[in-house]
T-cell receptor
């Protein structure tokens, strides 16, 4: 069963517009959720984790247990935000399970 | 060299060949992973090694054989692969695999990947 769902394969927004990358998960316990990012020609890397409640590069993500969601948001998109974004769920038994990813394109 | 290094970066092999992918991490981590990244599919976890012991084999066909001689090195031995095995194979490492609530849990450091093409 798919544990992490990213419904948008591709998301295109204009520079300066708000961005929201959707992620829903399937897990009955207390999840540990992450967003990973892969910029062009770079390796996959951690962007942020929900447990830290931090903002990285202007991005935030709030865990909503009622909606089982962990959407990634940024109020004003920048061109350098163009990348592949992966939502991931950590389970100690299974390691890190990734969603299919969303390709974010920021248009000038 | 620091971080996670994978070699070779590109590999083309026939279905009857035997080859190996290598991964090395210089981060002092104790867990290492192999992931498969195919087009149109999410990243698939293949194998997990924790303190050199294999703790996860995610129903991977036996034509893929991992080896972890120490905490810094991880190999993926390939034998009689199929064209559908063509993909990007990513290695990753992490500080710890044990216990929930650990601040380091789930933070994986990835290599750049080995692009495999099976003819």
């Amino acid at each position: 069963a798919q544990r992490v769902t990213q419904p948008e394969k591709l998301l295109s927004v204009f520079k300066g517009a708000p961005v929201e990358l959707k992620c829903n998960y399937s897990y009955s316990g207390s999840p540990e959720l992450f967003w990973y990012v892969q910029y062009s020609r770079q390796r996959l890397q951690l962007l942020l984790r929900h447990i830290s409640r931090e903002s990285i590069k202007g991005f935030t993500a709030d865990l909503n247990k009622g909606e089982t969601s962990f959407h990634l948001k940024k109020p004003f998109a920048q061109e350098e935000d163009s990348a592949m974004y992966y939502c991931a769920l950590w389970l100690s038994a299974d390691g890190l399970t990734f969603g299919k990813g969303t390709h974010l394109i920021i248009q000038p | 060299e620091t971080g996670v290094t994978q070699t070779p970066r590109h590999l083309v092999m026939g279905m009857t060949n035997k080859k190996s992918l290598k991964c090395e991490q210089h981060l002092g981590h104790n867990a290492m992973y192999w992931y498969k990244q195919s087009a149109k599919k999410p990243l698939e976890l293949m194998f997990v090694y924790n303190f050199k012991e294999q703790t996860e084999n995610n129903s991977v066909p036996s034509r893929f054989s991992p080896e972890c001689p120490n905490s810094s090195h991880l190999f993926l031995h390939l034998h009689t692969l199929q064209p559908e095995d063509s993909a990007l194979y990513l290695c990753a490492s992490s500080q710890t695999f044990l216990g929930q609530g650990n601040a380091n849990t789930g933070e994986l450091f990835f290599g750049e990947g080995s692009r495999l093409t099976v003819l």
